[in-house]
């Protein structure tokens, strides 16, 4: 089964930051990545599709890249309204695995 | 509007079975791949299984920990979704998503809390 490993855990940051959250795969998943959003009690929101996509409706501060092995996301200008739980998965093959989360919160 | 409703859940002891639905609106179901994932409580998100469409047979793919256990099936004719669960154990405990698939995990249901508890 492929890995996803996030980093940090967790991070608190001021509004009006520039935030970046890792995910790295243990195998080669070229561009099928993707990133959820997940606010206290709420579903799963998809914000970025194959690595560096934004998803319709998605505010721009949100961005992803990378490929093969190692993807960010960027969050810049963060507020309020961004603290919430971030999610990457792969779904190059079959178990679709999820990163274990990146718990955001506004210093 | 897209929109995905489970129902189902709720308590059930060890060992025991629960059916969850799902009904599906505002889009053509039979034209997409479905997923189920759970998220234990506090815990992140877990990848359950994976219904294809008609087109591809229907033919389903699972998490180790429930193969064997559980079953996904769906009825195009009515828009729905489905997770049969046997052999329930404490840790299926979670809410369990329906989820719909446009090669990322793009449409979710509010979810559905199914306990295993005696």
């Known amino acids: ?107 | 509007e897209v929109q995905l409703v489970e129902s189902g859940g709720g308590l059930v002891q060890p060992g025991g079975s629960l059916r969850l639905s799902c009904a599906a609106s505002g889009f053509t179901f039979s034209d997409y791949y479905m997923e189920w994932i759970r998220q234990a409580p506090g815990k992140g998100l877990e990848w359950v299984g994976r219904i294809r469409n008609k087109a591809n047979s229907h033919t389903t793919d699972y998490a180790a920990s429930v193969k064997g256990r559980f079953t996904i099936s769906r009825d195009d004719s009515k828009n729905s979704l489905y997770l049969q669960m046997n052999s329930l154990r404490s840790e299926d405990t979670a809410i369990y998503y329906c989820v719909r698939t446009n090669g990322a995990f793009d449409v979710w249901g509010h979810g559905t809390l199914v306990t295993v508890s005696s």
């Open chain 1, 1 to 107: 089964d492929i890995q996803m490993t996030q980093s940090p855990s967790s991070l608190s940051a001021s509004v009006g930051d520039r935030v970046t959250i890792t995910c790295q795969a243990t195998q080669d998943i070229t561009i099928f990545l993707n990133w959820y959003q997940q606010k206290p009690g709420k579903a799963p929101k998809l914000l970025i599709y194959d690595a560096s996509n934004l998803e319709t409706g998605v505010s721009s501060r949100f961005s992803g890249s990378g490929s093969g092995t190692d993807f960010s996301l960027t969050i810049s200008g963060l507020q309020p309204e961004d603290v919430a739980t971030y999610y990457c998965q792969q779904y190059d093959r079959p178990p679709y695995t999820f990163g274990q989360g990146t718990k955001l919160e506004i210093k």
